[in-house]
């Protein structure tokens, strides 16, 4: 990993729910660098990879019934992020 990729910073987090994602201002530096690899509309997640380091992120969304939160989370290895999204992918836990 690039010492000056944000993924570097952002792979500090737990991952373990959804507050402890990658959400606002860190998820918008990550994005803007990002390539889209695809999307699915039925799970609203969508599959990115770093144009910097190659580093896999999934965006998704989590609803309070108030409002909803987009966040990151890390894509597990899987020999095929592009099929794990649309077949096995699920959100990260609730806060």
Request: proline share 5%.
């Amino acid at each position: 990993m690039v010492e000056t990729c944000a993924c570097r910073d952002a792979l500090r987090h737990s991952f373990a729910s959804v507050r402890e994602a990658v959400y606002g201002a860190d998820m918008d530096v990550i994005t803007a660098n990002a390539k889209l690899l695809t999307q699915s509309d039925e799970k609203w997640m969508r599959l990115y990879r770093c144009c910097t380091c190659g580093m896999e992120w999934v965006e998704a969304c989590y609803s309070s019934g108030h409002m909803e939160v987009y966040y990151l989370f890390p894509a597990p290895p899987s020999g095929d992020s592009i099929r794990w999204l649309h077949e096995q992918a699920t959100a990260l836990p609730p806060l």
